[in-house]
């Protein structure tokens, strides 16, 4: 059985500056205190994103997601 570690998932959305050049901006940090994987981090942040954003879908405030496990023992980093 595969341990619970504790993940930051980090939204980010893809702008663009006043001269054209694009740039990606974190639009929030969520942690997700007990996981036992990186997807079921990530879906629980979504829908924590999702009600504190008040969207019914995510890509409407984010373009991109990172996962990362903050638990010293275990390195793991995915994006979505």
């Known amino acids: ?12 959305k893809d ?5 054209g050049q ?13 996981a036992r994987s990186p997807e ?3 879906k629980a942040a ?3 994103f999702q009600r504190l954003t008040n969207v019914r ?3 409407l405030q984010a373009d991109l997601i ?3 496990c903050v638990d010293a023992e275990v390195g793991h980093r995915s994006a979505a």
């Open 46 to 48: 979504l829908m924590r």
């Open 15 to 19: 702008l663009l500056s006043p001269n």
């Open 40 to 42: 079921r981090a990530t």
């Open 22 to 34: 694009a740039f990606r901006c974190l639009q929030k940090i969520i942690e997700i205190g007990h």
């Open 66 to 68: 990172e996962t990362e």
């Open 57 to 59: 879908d995510w890509r």
């Open 1 to 12: 059985m595969t341990e619970a570690a504790r993940y930051r998932v980090k939204f980010y």
